[in-house]
């Protein structure tokens, strides 16, 4: 037999995690996150040893609505990444824009890829 679950049983199913891409260039790892609901003060960025955390905290300004379908949930998400040893741990930005936090991890001097001249003898 077939059951259909109700909106509050998927909700206590679902949790709150930003998806996003990691990419590299010119010197430095990009890592974007989509929040959308979040905002620069719920999230906290920590390095520990080899790990970037990334917590926060998704509030919803509607919780007495009654849906019919509710995707987006509130509460807390953190997520971790492991840094090489090829990140300047002193050179990590972060900023907040319309829902999306794009984290700057720049690669250390030595690491980087640098153009060799080749000479005429």
């Known amino acids: 037999m077939a059951t ?3 909106n509050k049983e998927l909700e206590t199913r679902r949790t709150v995690r ?3 891409n990691i990419w590299e260039e010119e010197g430095k790892v990009m890592l974007r996150l989509e929040m959308p609901g979040v905002t620069k003060d719920n999230i906290e960025l920590r390095i520990e040893n080899d790990q970037l955390f990334v917590r926060g905290h998704r509030d919803m300004h509607d919780e007495d609505q009654s849906y019919v379908i509710r995707e987006r949930v509130r ?3 953190a997520q971790t990444y492991t840094l ?3 990140i300047d741990r002193e050179r990590i ?3 907040m824009e319309r829902g999306i936090l794009t984290v700057t991890l720049h690669l250390k001097e030595a690491v980087k890829p640098r153009k060799i001249e080749v000479k005429a003898r």
């Open 93 to 95: 930005d972060a900023r």
């Open 75 to 77: 509460g807390d998400f």
């Open 84 to 86: 090489d040893d090829t």
């Open 4 to 6: 259909t679950a109700t």
């Open 18 to 20: 930003p998806v996003g």
